[in-house]
């Protein structure tokens, strides 16, 4: 049962103080906790934590900082809101206490994890934490096989800008999931841009991972770059950029009008659906990620799309919707691997694709790009390769239109 | 314990590296800069000796390749000054560098200098050997460990197959540091920004003559791909005949 009031409508007082402040501040946030545990025994890495979040809390209020700082505790959150959807005093232990006790290490020179302290360096130096240069962020678009125009060369207001994020833009895998939404996005006619080598992270991964100083940078970037032009709306292929966007930005006087691809093409299915021709003959399950899922209530819009393909025969995992276990990709997660290996003994994803595989489903549907590779890395190290596809929304919905020959493979 | 820790800043491999009109260095239209790896862990290293012993640490840096940045950095992490060096021009040889950082360092007292014992750009030797030359003072390079004993220098130095060394050595001394004895630190970007608001950086002209003895580029060029390799196979004797046949083929023997 999920107590806490997550998805509330996109306005910042309904989400104000999302963003930490120095520890006399954020400390007095938990006042209110009542130590009942729920939120350690609601974490999935909870058991391999030094310290439980509720344990944690009762530290820092009694000034204990120090030893929970330089424990497992603040590497082993990946900020799958469990906890904060769970607590019965709607304290904000996803977004406040782990955000504040990271930027405690940081600021005390604790060292980092390496491949954590590469992503933010990565982030601050080219605005992605994979490391990859502005003047690449476009390469996607050869494959897409359709006009992908960037907005600062177009010199028009457009109906659409679309934030494809780091991840798509970069990561091979995801790559594909950014082309289906280019040729989904033309064959729906919608007028749409992209930024191109001007985008930067929105930085719900870095707000969360604690560098306050990284996430406001990139708050103000981001901000003077959507100000410069003109546009109805904006779309983006991930939930943390939506998250970031919907939630948090708005705290910091930050408003624009945001959707992810689900809500927006959920909202065009009418449009869509003469488009969806070929059938796709599968039992898929659907994960439910963190942030459109507990973070922001959107459970029908994806199953919505699904449903609309021809062929497709939708069955539950048993922990869906608000009880879906995360990818353990996000608030920095995509980065701590190794550590919460070594922590727990395996990764949220393998245990994820053991819910997914009991289904029976052939096609394990997502809409998140982390989930793509996570999910079929832990296929393919748990030895269950071959046993079930993994495929965002958007590939389904690109294969359902042009035919299994003509969508990435 | 003064320490002086020089930084340079090489290509960032990033982005595709074009070659300009000119076909003898590199074009810098789209090139960014990035501190040079062994460089951040000469930096560490400093710190290190600052944090557990005492020292002032000044870092230095040559003006062209938006050095501002990785000195600014520096001063976050814990510098307590830091210079830039004006006057000289970019895509310099290491000797004209080495000349920079040695006439810039006369106005910098220092115990121990500390910079990475080499660079993706180097040309013409390294920076820290041909400083020690220079300054006529003692050199251990490819380091990963500086301790301070009885007024001198405990160095480890690596060597090839896994060897190492412990070397003592007298100050001042250079030290060509190939890591330090953990990774360089993080630094919150909050406090980047709060540094660049409240410091200055020290500006420092130098004049090196440029006509220094030194090497001139002829050509630079992407690395030409071979042609694809041609596994030979058979008896010893087959091989041999082939490759004999090949050899007459293209006229190398008869």
Known sequence: MVTG????????????????????????????CIQCGMCGGACP?????????????????????????????LWLCVSCYNCTARCPTNLKITDILFPALR???????????????RALDNTYRYGNSLGEGPRKRMEWTKGAGVPVPVISQLRRPVEVLWLVECYPSYHPRNQVQAQ????????????F???????????????????KGLFESLVEYNAALLDKYEYQEIITSDPHAYNSLHR???????????????????????ALRPLLRHRIDARVTYHDNCCLGRMCGMYEAPRDLLRAIPGITLTEMAFARENALCCGGGGGGMWLDTVIWQAAGDRLSDRRITHALATGAEILAVSCPFETSRFEDSLKSSGHEGKLIVRDILELLDESMRGRGGAAA | MNISVLLNMVPDLVEELEIDASGTALDTQWMRFLLSESDEHALEQ??????????????????????????????????????????????????????????ALQATPSDLILTGVYAIDDLDGHAAGLLAGMLDLPFVGVTRSVEPVNGRVVVQKEYPGGFAAEVEVGL??????????????YVPVARIRETRKTRTLTERPVSVAESLPGLTIRRLFKPEPAERAEMLTGTLGDVAGQIVTILADRGLVR
């Open chain 1, 103 to 117: 930027d405690a290490a940081i600021n005390a020179g604790i060292q980092l994890p390496g491949e954590f302290k």
């Open chain 1, 5 to 32: 009031d997550l998805h509330r409508a996109a306005s910042g007082d309904a989400h104000a103080g999302l963003f930490f402040g120095a520890p006399q501040d954020w400390r007095r946030e938990f006042n209110p």
């Open chain 1, 248 to 270: 948090v930005y708005p705290t910091m006087d930050r408003r624009y009008p945001v959707k992810h691809y689900v809500e927006f093409l959920a909202e065009r299915l009418d």
């Open chain 2, 172 to 185: 001042p001394a250079v030290i060509g540091v190939l890591s330090a004895p953990q990774p360089p630190r």
């Open chain 1, 180 to 191: 289906a939404m280019a040729r989904i996005l033309h064959a729906a006619g919608v007028d």
């Open chain 1, 45 to 73: 890495l909870g058991p391999a934590m030094d310290y439980t979040p509720r344990r944690a809390i009762y530290m820092a209020k009694e000034g204990l900082l120090d030893p929970v700082i330089r424990s497992n505790t």
């Open chain 1, 193 to 211: 841009a992209i930024l191109g080598p001007e985008e930067r992270c929105v930085g719900d991964c870095e707000r969360l991972s604690g560098e």
């Open chain 2, 46 to 103: 400093a710190l290190l000796l600052k944090d557990r012993h005492g020292a002032r640490v000044t870092v230095l840096a040559l003006e062209p390749g938006d050095a501002e940045e990785a000195l600014f950095s520096s001063l976050a992490k814990g510098a307590d000054e830091a210079v830039k060096i004006t006057g000289v021009s970019p895509g310099l040889s290491k000797r004209v560098v080495a000349m920079a950082f040695k006439e």
